[in-house]
């Protein structure tokens, strides 16, 4: 069972660069997430899909971008890295009723 | 707004003991509460979900929490902690609205296990 899958699991990127992380899910789940983890922190919600083709902001959605064109896949782009945006990012997705999220392995991204 | 505060980032406990993670919770309607275990370098794993069924949730590993309304809490407990426990866990609160199952999560609590 594939479950959520992240890629790529490490990046190392220069302020300015831009990048890509893939999200793919094998669970038919309408809805999607993307968080940013950071020490003492917790979760914080980036940007959140509720089924193919649309997204919405969340908590921190600044300097990101996300894309739904597929059901089962999520793409969070980052436009222009900043040093702030060295974090571990992860991706979910659920159905409402059951009301479970379901994580990926993360991606460990640095910003120098 | 919900919130979560998990008391102490940090908790050291030896091999066979009690292990007691706090959890409190701010929420305007009956919330759905849920604790999450993240292993080192890997994404979080469900350990038990709270939805008003029952106050006392067992969860995987032997893992249980406790809801009390009076006290806005949701600890989680284990009676004998193992080695294998050494982890980070996240407690989160839900209102089960806004069509998109959103997650407040607390900071988290890295837990040791020491022989």
């Known amino acids: 069972n594939a479950g959520v899958t992240q890629t790529p699991k490490f990046r190392v990127l220069k302020t300015g660069q831009s990048m890509t992380l893939l999200c793919a899910q094998d669970?038919?789940?309408?809805?999607m997430y993307w968080y940013r983890q950071d020490p003492g922190m917790g979760l914080r919600l980036i940007h959140y899909s509720v089924g193919e083709g649309t997204t919405a902001k969340g908590e921190v959605p600044d300097g990101y971008n996300v894309s739904r064109l597929k059901k089962q896949n999520f793409l969070l782009g980052l436009e222009s890295a900043a040093p702030s945006q060295t974090s571990v990012y992860f991706c979910?997705?659920?159905?409402?009723?059951?009301?479970?999220?379901?994580f990926g392995a993360g991606t460990r991204l640095s910003v120098l | 707004a919900q919130s979560v505060t998990q008391l102490g980032s940090h908790v050291s406990v030896s091999e066979g003991a009690l292990v007691l993670l706090r959890c409190n919770y701010s929420s305007s309607v009956p919330p759905y509460l849920f604790w999450y275990v993240q292993y080192p370098n890997q994404g979080l794993q469900l350990l038990l979900k709270y939805t008003s069924a029952a106050t006392l949730v067992k969860g995987i590993n032997g893992f249980e929490a406790e809801f009390k309304k009076s006290e806005t809490s949701f600890h989680l407990t284990k009676p004998s902690a193992h080695m294998s426990d050494a982890a980070e866990y996240f407690c989160?609160?839900?209102?089960?609205?806004?069509?998109?199952?959103?997650?407040?999560f607390g900071a988290g609590t890295r837990l040791a296990v020491h022989p």
């Open positions: 989160a609160v839900s209102d089960g609205t806004g069509g998109y199952n959103k997650l407040i």
């Open positions: 979910a997705s659920s159905q409402l009723a059951k009301n479970i999220q379901y």
């Open positions: 669970m038919n789940h309408e809805y």
